[in-house]
């Protein structure tokens, strides 16, 4: 491949900070606010014009295994309940474990949080490296409108989703799943108003048959004055009567409707899916931009066509972005494997617990709700439409801090989706109550390794689970 030669230049030093978070989304919210309550001077890079990361840009309005909330997650949950724009949590007992929220609130919210906490926010503004002095992470290299400037910090917090500045800090990573390194589609997804809310719920309680197992009964919330309901997805011989007449993608098996607003007639649809994809790929995410955008045209017209109480409804808007489920995590000072989950493994340097009962691992390990090959929703797609027919089993095991720290760099930690886990553990920790739960132990870490001037990798575990306490994050039990 030809190459250009890239002038030599020094870029302009714009500020500094004790932590510079990359990344504004669930675990760089949570990174930020993290570091700045446990005293650090913080920098909060964000390319958007907001903050949320998936669960804004990309409208994935729904926080899935609420009952892990803890610390920052539990209090944004709580924020958005007082505003009236999501259930509260815990809600009445047997409601689902997801709790819907209005994205535009949790924007505000986000905002709220890093303001209240003395964050310096930048938006509009693009992490595009690592800044390097003396071999050593020194902080983020950016562009904006204010062209190419550094954010020079102690310490590094990469909430970038896809391990940017790590990898290219020389952090070692994988991708996708271990077999053959394919990952989980892409979605876009959109909103829909017009919606006549009830009957679809009507429609689902008189064909159970024609919904998805788990939603059968799609659990209806309070959230403030209005109803709401977590999810309805399946219609599956309506979707097929559609496809029989040419009026489906014939990559998509289901529709798939969430966070339905009963007395708005609005509902975000999350079923969008593009296979054979890389989301760190500029090509890829284009092509995937394309073909989604076609595929919504047809599900806006299915809706009108087909689903009862959507004869009447209307595109709202498109996420700005797209939704991917996954690419690059680190190879970390440690990695969790799928045989720890299967083992219940415990730690000394534990910091959260995925609590048996509530973790339940297939057999075998490679089956997975956003399979990479197109059957979701399908027959041959076992969890959605035969979960009774997959073995599970309950378990419990830990999550260390040691796979935030990447190996072999230094003034460096990682949180969110990117952390080093295998790939059925990452079915788990991409939820953004684990990505925020991950974000905020990296940004207490990170404040502090800066204040005690020693390596993330090299941190008092006992202190750092000390001030993790004291902001209200559940860390498990160390076991030593």
Known sequence: MAAIPEERREVEVAATADVVVAGGGPSGLAAAVGAARAGAGVILLEQNAFLGGVATGAMMAALVDSSHATGIGCELIDRLADAGA?????????RSDTTPFDPEAFKHAALDMVCEAGVRLMLYTYAVSPAIVDGKVRGVVTESKSGRRAM????????TGDADIAVRAGAHYMKGRESDGKMRPFALLFRLGGLDVRALMKYAEENPDEIQPQHRH??????????????????????????????????????????????RGTAICNTTRVYDVDGADPDDLTRGQIAARRQIDSLVAFVRR??????????IDVAPRLGVRETRRIVGEYSLTDEDAYADATFADAILDLEGGLVKLPRPASLDVHMPEPIEGSPQDLLER????????????????????????????????????????????????ICMHTGQVAGVAAALSASMGTQPRSIDVTALRAALLDQGVAVGRAVL
């Open 86 to 94: 999501a259930p509260r949590w815990p809600g009445p007992p047997g």
């Open 152 to 159: 020079l910090g102690t310490m590094v917090v990469d909430c």
């Open 386 to 433: 035969f979960p009774e027919r997959v073995p599970e089993e309950s378990h419990r095991f830990q999550v260390p801090y040691r796979v935030l720290v990447p190996r072999a760099v230094d003034n460096l930690l990682v949180a969110g989706r990117a952390i080093s886990v295998s790939h059925m553990i990452d079915s788990w920790t991409r939820n953004m109550v």
């Open 306 to 315: 087909y689903l009862p109480g959507g004869e009447k409804a209307f595109l």
């Open 218 to 263: 799609g659990t209806l919330l309070q959230a403030g004055s209005e109803e709401v309901v977590t999810r309805i997805s399946g219609f599956y011989r309506l979707v097929e009567e559609a496809k029989a007449h040419n009026h489906y993608p014939p990559d998509l098996h289901y529709f798939r409707l969430e966070n339905l607003w009963v007395d």
